[in-house]
């Protein structure tokens, strides 16, 4: 049952906004879309942007080309269609929901998640949504330290990568995709490189952030441990505001 525990805007009439941040395989997806629900927020997966800006680059031919895709993304149209559990993707009004989880996909994001122009165009989006919506989950590498470092509640998980590595397997093994132990660690550790090492947007603790290693919990314990914090931070915020009123 949702919890709709916060007022609607911040009072300075910011959107309130969790962030979720973490590696490939830490459960960030299926906790931020249960915490939103259970909050009455929405959820944002911005690495679902990153991966539609691929998925049109390679659809184009143009995933070498880093200059090709900056001026690309500007003509993209990238939306959400707030009315399906979890959103769906929108690509200039087209769902790729389904078409950016491939392992093509998947391999080649680094390339828009690299280019600094695309990173630009997705975080004014990404706060545009914030804004629209009003209240927000967002999830991805870079919402608590760049994109929205005032957010009144950020979230760091982490968990070993051998459960990462299973979880990622049991999760393509559901869609019919086979990938050895062996492979997806290795795919992982490559992931967690490139998203580290990047100039701008890096896989980084967030100032503030809480972190919570997921290795031995369910996504359920998660859940409940990160709406405990919100909660916390959320009647904080509004005690602050009321000692402020005139
Ligand atoms: O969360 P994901 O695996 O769907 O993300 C795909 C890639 O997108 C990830 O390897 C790094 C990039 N990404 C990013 O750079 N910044 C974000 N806020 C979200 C994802």
Not at 20 to 30: F, R, V
Not at 125 to 143: F, H, M, N, S, Y
Not at 179 to 186: G, H, L
Request: charged letters at 25%.
């Amino acid at each position: 049952m949702a919890q709709n525990i916060s007022p609607s805007r911040h009072p300075a009439h910011q959107p309130v906004v969790i962030t979720l941040d973490g590696p490939a395989g830490s459960g960030k997806s299926a906790v931020a879309h249960q915490l939103a629900r259970y909050l009455g927020f929405q959820h944002l997966d911005t690495g679902a942007m990153y991966r539609a800006v691929t998925l049109d680059a390679i659809e184009r031919g143009i995933t070498q080309n880093p200059q090709a895709m900056a001026s690309r993304v500007g003509e993209l149209n990238l939306d959400f269609d707030w009315n399906r559990q979890p959103a769906h993707i929108l690509l200039n009004g087209r769902d790729v929901s389904e078409a950016i989880r491939t392992p093509e996909v998947t391999r080649l994001t680094y390339v828009s998640a690299d280019n600094t122009a695309v990173r630009t165009v997705l975080v004014d989006c990404q706060r545009r949504i914030a804004e629209k919506t009003g209240r927000i989950v967002t999830e991805g590498r870079d919402q608590g330290t760049i994109v929205f470092p005032d957010a009144i509640c950020k979230f760091y998980l982490d968990a070993d990568i051998d459960v990462r590595a299973d979880r990622r397997i049991n999760e393509l093994a559901k869609k019919g995709v086979l990938v050895t132990k062996i492979k997806m660690v290795e795919e992982l550790k490559n992931r967690d490189a490139q998203d580290k090492s990047r100039a701008i947007g890096g896989l980084a603790v967030a100032s503030g952030a809480i972190i919570v290693d997921t290795t031995l919990l369910t996504p359920k314990q998660v859940v409940e441990e990160l709406a405990r914090h919100a909660a916390e931070k959320i009647a904080e915020a509004a005690g602050a505001a009321d000692a402020v009123k005139p």
